[in-house]
């Protein structure tokens, strides 16, 4: 099959196409070919070095965790998806291959059916961030209404679910971004969106029950400054992968909670999510679409910091 790969990590360049065997799939695994792949900051991360790059054992290495396809071959007749099933998900990189290919092989834990009211480019775009922004808005912060929600970076990708999310359960979602799109941010459904180039968060914001963390500390200081405009006893939950090392340390010297986030690849509550999108109380918004051999210009986007909601790679028709 056909793949992005990558024999070292570096910059975006360092990406390039080539023929690789078609995964086996083995026990409860689905072999799934790929229409659309998202693309994620874990992605780039990775690349370039970081994130997971100290997991991967052998290259060339395929990266990539979202996927929206179809259903090649299923595990058992009775596994409720049969080939021919459009399905969406996450792969288990860098255990498994990445969805920067033709093909993935993917546990039935980790994929479900796709909404029929996506495209597959659109469904795409769904599994890591919103599964990321599910759990840490509904199952660590337990959204719920009269609470307070500051959600950092909430035009990105799974900033802009979390809004969705946080809203949905009646939280009072106070969110940050770029000037640009502060009225995007209110027609996702904060109750107070702050364009963070122009005014201090800190100085308009206080006594919030939660922050969703999508920066870390790593730029201007954003998460020391969360923690001045959390009521005691409040919560940070934080998602960059090594953007805060002393986080619990630091909260703890304030009087509040911390705790970091990793997501799971649950094809269950992606089920779940995929009513919400089908319902319409939901959406994902796909930013740019690039060909799969154009990955290395949608990793150089992505990097860039502009992006609005998802960027995702067109694989194959559908």
């Known amino acids: 099959m056909r793949a992005a790969v990558i024999d070292t990590v570096g910059s975006p360049e360092v990406f390039h196409m080539q023929t690789v065997p078609t995964p086996k799939p083995v026990m409860a695994e689905f072999l799934v070919r790929v229409v659309a792949a998202g693309v994620n900051p874990i992605d780039a991360k990775t690349r370039s070095g970081r994130g997971v790059s100290s997991a991967i054992e052998t290259m060339p290495a395929v990266l ?27 792969t288990a990189f860098p255990r498994t291959g990445g969805s920067y290919a033709e093909y993935v092989a993917v546990s039935s834990l980790s994929l479900t059916r796709k909404p029929t009211t996506l495209s597959h480019v659109e469904a795409a775009g769904v599994p890591l961030a919103a599964l990321t922004a599910w759990g840490m808005v509904v199952d660590v912060a337990k ?9 950092h970076a909430g035009s990105g990708g799974v900033g802009h679910f979390a809004v969705q999310f946080a809203t949905y359960f009646g939280a009072r979602v106070i969110a940050t971004g770029s000037g ?11 109750h107070q969106a702050v364009d963070h180039d122009a005014v201090r968060f800190e100085d308009v914001v206080s006594q919030v029950d939660v922050v969703i963390d999508l ?23 934080n998602a960059p992968t090594g953007s805060w090392p002393s986080l619990v340390e630091d909260a703890r010297a304030v009087g509040v909670r911390a705790t970091t986030f990793r997501v799971a690849p649950d094809g269950s509550t992606l089920d779940t999510i995929g009513r919400l999108l089908e319902s319409g109380d939901v959406r994902v918004f796909v930013d740019q679409v690039f060909e799969l051999d154009e990955v290395h210009q949608a990793h150089t986007v992505l ?16």
């Open 64 to 90: 990539g965790y979202d996927f929206s396809g179809i259903v090649v071959e299923s595990p058992f007749a009775a596994s409720g998806l049969l080939p021919g099933d459009e399905v969406y998900g996450m």
């Open 143 to 151: 959204a719920h209404e009269g609470q307070r929600i500051l959600i």
């Open 180 to 190: 640009r799109n502060v009225g995007w941010l209110r027609e996702l459904g904060a």
């Open 215 to 237: 920066v870390g500390n790593t730029v201007d200081d954003t998460g020391t400054r969360s923690l001045s405009v959390l009521r005691p006893g409040g919560l940070i939950v």
């Open 303 to 318: 990097e860039g910091g502009h992006a609005k909601g998802k960027i995702v790679l067109k694989v194959a028709d559908g």
